[in-house]
T-cell receptor
Framework: SQQGEEDPQALSIQEGENATMNCSYK?????LQWYRQNSGRGLVHLIL?????REKHSGRLRVTLDTSKKSSSLLITASRAADTASYFC????????????FGAGTILRVKS | DAEITQSPRHKITETGRQVTLACHQT?????MFWYRQDLGHGLRLIHY???????NKGEVSDGYSVSRSNTEDLPLTLESAASSQTSVYFC???????????FGQGTRLTVV
């Protein structure tokens, strides 16, 4: 079964605003990853956070992980129209490179 | 540049026919995965392989099979296609110790 839920299912914001997406999962994990999927395309890896990390940054992306609550959040700052896509969290029980379990995703629309 | 390619990109087949979807990667990754993506379900793992001659069942493996005879390829076979297997199929590869998985562009399969 899917690892967990993503919240919200859909998000619509204005360009320049921040977008926050949340992910919950059920089992113990080694790491959690976020992916982006543009319409009709494959998934692209954005960022990985290990279970012993609490926060990670990459450009305009900020990911947090709370293993006690089994939850993660992805923050995109100063959003752009090009950020319009679906965003998925995925958890790995094993080390890097092992199989991933995906959430249902959040559809983000950034209006210009 | 290294890449992962899927073929065909689109396929329509009839119920009961055997269908094989191809996945080829030039990353030289040991790990390869097949997922299906359906609305409201995110991505679900069908089969995966951690190396040549290694194959494992995922969450939704019934009606599917894979074989791994070399590092580059992991073909997915639908033994007897069913309408419930209408979906978008994604192949991915990754390497233990490296971050993130690389995804193909997907194959849209319709079973009529």
């Amino acid at each position: 079964s899917q690892q967990g839920e993503e919240d919200p299912q859909a998000l619509s914001i204005q360009e320049g605003e921040n977008a926050t997406m949340n992910c919950s999962y059920k089992t113990s994990i080694n790491n959690l990853q976020w992916y982006r999927q543009n319409s009709g395309r494959g998934l692209v890896h954005l960022i990985l956070i290990r279970s012993n990390e609490r926060e990670k940054h990459s450009g305009r992306l900020r990911v947090t992980l709370d293993t006690s609550k089994k939850s993660s959040s992805l923050l995109i700052t100063a959003s752009r129209a090009a950020d319009t896509a679906s965003y998925f969290c995925a958890t790995a029980e094993g080390g890097y490179g092992n199989k991933l379990v995906f959430g249902a995703g959040t559809i983000l629309r950034v209006k210009s | 540049d290294a890449e992962i390619t899927q073929s065909p990109r689109h396929k329509i087949t009839e119920t009961g026919r055997q269908v094989t979807l191809a996945c080829h990667q030039t990353w030289n990754h040991n790990n390869m995965f097949w997922y299906r993506q359906d609305l409201g379900h995110g991505l679900r793992l069908i089969h995966y392989s951690y190396g040549v001659q290694d194959t494992n069942k995922g969450e939704v493996s019934d009606g599917y099979s894979v074989s791994r005879s070399n590092t580059e390829d992991l073909p997915l076979t639908l033994e007897s296609a069913a309408s419930s297997q209408t979906s978008v199929y994604f192949c991915a590869s990754s390497e233990l110790g490296r971050r993130g998985a690389f995804f193909g562009q997907g194959t849209r399969l319709t079973v009529v």
